[in-house]
């Protein structure tokens, strides 16, 4: 009997970002302000997500077409904390970078030191009242972007980004 030995693949470092994903009851780029409670709202909704097994994924990009839905074509990462910060009136959360085609091309743009932001996507568009204040938000995901919609939720290294690398 013959022996097969397959060739080792060398896997790379996986790559965690951890940062200021939304911040609330501040007026963000598009003149809206995520109140505390919807960012409380936030938290508990991906929490309850991953409390029954699932898995929050982002995409390298914002959907044009304003599709709610996660295309897996587009996926570079995986969500897989969050939480409230008090003390910056921010969504704390921890990033995966995936071995994916995306998640590839956001390793080059780290590499690259290119800017990258963060977009809270929801499942329809919540309602915004007459103060600019978004309420009944249904989340979806975190996706990287090119610019940001939060104004001080950009994945920079004066913005609270932390790189670990873990084997």
Known sequence: METIKTPMVMKEKEIRL????????????????YTKETAESIVEQFNNIL???????????YPEDGNPDVDFSKVSHEVLEIKIND???????TLRILDTQAGRRV????????????????RGFGK???KGEI????????????THTDAFANIKENDAL??????
């Open 51 to 61: 409390g029954e097994g699932g898995l929050v994924f982002g995409e390298l990009g």
């Open 18 to 33: 951890t940062a200021n994903l939304l911040h609330f009851n501040q007026k963000n780029l598009n003149g809206r302000i």
């Open 162 to 167: 932390k790189l670990s690398d873990n084997e």
């Open 128 to 130: 915004v009242n007459e």
């Open 107 to 122: 390793r080059e743009m780290l590499k690259e030191s290119s800017p990258l932001g963060i977009s809270c996507r929801p």
């Open 135 to 146: 309420t009944d938000f249904k989340l979806i995901s975190f996706d990287l972007i090119p």
């Open 87 to 93: 003390g910056n009136q921010a969504i704390e959360g």
